[in-house]
């Protein structure tokens, strides 16, 4: 059986414990044994991160210990997925640049606030994540990230979408999901998830999020399978 751990909690406007039953309960109808903490302390113990398929992060604007950013960035180098949505991955730890370089991006800005209404453009069509999908609406925060340019794009949503001072600026595509790797392990992101039902009144987001994590988990069963290892990556510098 796949294990998966997710932690959640840092502000609640973004409903981390809603956000996080959801994406358990899906795990577990796809088969996984999950963990499920209201803490960082559960990222102590680097070892055993390694022994997970993945790890979904549901923490808005916090502080990490440096050795648990450590051992969560050892433990997806070796091959253990690591994903999240919104503010609980891509705004989780404002003030540690690793942990931003290992998820791709970080939140700056949504102008307007929530309740924007755009539309999130699939752009990887044979993707397996958004295979067969269409472009759809949200109404919700529109995310203006700083982006990793190694990110995978799988869509992207047209700013701007109101007056604001980025609109001097020529018309862009902002990434609003994406995938990359981490050494051994597969990273998954879904810029969507302000609020729970998000993923009530945008299903397409559900079942992206679905598709996301367990791509996302596969790597550490394709790594085991084909003998990769971590060594290049362990014997470098640390961090910090």
Known sequence: MKKALIFQGGWDGHEPVLVSARFAKILKEEGFEVELYDNLDC????????TLDLIVSCWTMGEIKREYTENVSHAVGSGVGLAGCHGGMCDSFRNDTEWQFMTGGQWVSHPGGDGIDYTVNIMAKSNPIVAGLQDFPVCSE?????IDPAIEVLATTRFPAIPY????????????????????????????GHHDDVFEKSPNAEIIM?????????????TI?????????ENTAKMY
């Open 210 to 222: 679905r598709r996301g994590m367990l791509w996302a988990a596969e790597g550490k069963s394709y």
């Open 225 to 233: 399978a084909n003998n990769l290892t971590t060594a290049p990556f």
């Open 142 to 146: 529109h995310y203006y990230l700083h």
């Open 165 to 192: 001072y980025n609109i001097s600026n020529k018309p862009l595509d902002m990434p609003v999901m994406w995938t990359k790797m981490w050494g051994n392990g597969r990273v998954f992101y879904n810029a969507l």
């Open 43 to 50: 990222l102590a113990d680097g070892e055993k991160l390694k």
